[in-house]
């Protein structure tokens, strides 16, 4: 297959547009709606959702591996089929490690496990498509052999990892509206996806510096 090729600069700009497209959905919620993610966490996280889909879809879609064989529409059709299975697969590991399950944090469950799919299963439908191997790397995080994996892999466990130890407040007795699902949860995944995204540039260069280095 005919992975793309990514500079430094490419790869920059790439994660630059996913941060803006949080930032986009951040200024709406606040500056037009007057909300945010602790005083109405499930408006805030659909206006989140709906600027961070497109750009993380066509990002990722320019990115594809199989560059012959996949047309940049089909890479766009595998992100939105992978967008809600991903959603599916992050709300039942959100339920089964606690979350609430009552009627009033239905949307809110929903439009979080909306957003934890752009940042995990989405951008490697978009490059890998249906491709077994790809997605056993990546979930294992063994043997990335492209700066791509490392731009896939990396932002996506920080955001699993973010919402994990953004959990940790929620049972604590500090009686603080932000310590409710799925606001805290929220904040970690973002403040760790957003770490992802640094340390994969790091990881991307590297790896390009030591393959120029081999040739």
């Keep these: 297959m005919a992975a793309a090729e990514v500079g430094a600069l490419t790869a920059v700009a790439l994660h630059s547009l996913c941060v803006v497209g ?13 909300a945010s993610l602790v005083t109405d966490p499930s408006q805030t996280l659909l206006l989140l959702t709906v600027c961070e889909a497109p750009i993380v879809i066509g990002v990722f879609s320019w990115l594809r591996r199989d560059r012959i064989g996949c047309s940049f529409a089909k890479s766009v059709g595998h992100g939105l089929v992978a967008l809600p299975i991903g959603a599916l697969i992050n709300a039942f590991g959100a339920i089964v490690l606690g979350a609430p399950l009552g009627i009033k944090y239905w949307t809110g469950t929903v439009y979080w496990s909306l957003l934890m799919s752009l940042f995990t299963f989405v951008p490697a439908a978009c490059v890998f498509g249906a491709s077994r191997l790809d997605w056993q790397h990546i979930i294992c995080y063994s043997k990335p052999v492209s700066a791509v994996d490392y731009m896939v892999s990396v932002p996506a466990h920080g955001a699993v990892l973010g919402a994990w130890f953004g959990a940790f407040p929620m ?19 973002i403040f760790g996806y957003l770490i992802g995204l640094f340390i994969s540039l790091f990881f991307a260069v590297h790896h390009m510096k030591f393959n120029v280095k081999t040739e």
Excluded: N
Excluded at 22 to 34: Q, S, V
Excluded at 171 to 189: F, H, K, S
């Design 22 to 34: 949080l930032a986009a959905g951040h200024w709406l919620a606040e500056g037009l709606c007057t």
């Design 171 to 189: 049972p604590l007795d500090w009686e603080r509206q932000w310590q409710e699902w799925p606001i805290c949860v929220t904040y970690g995944a």
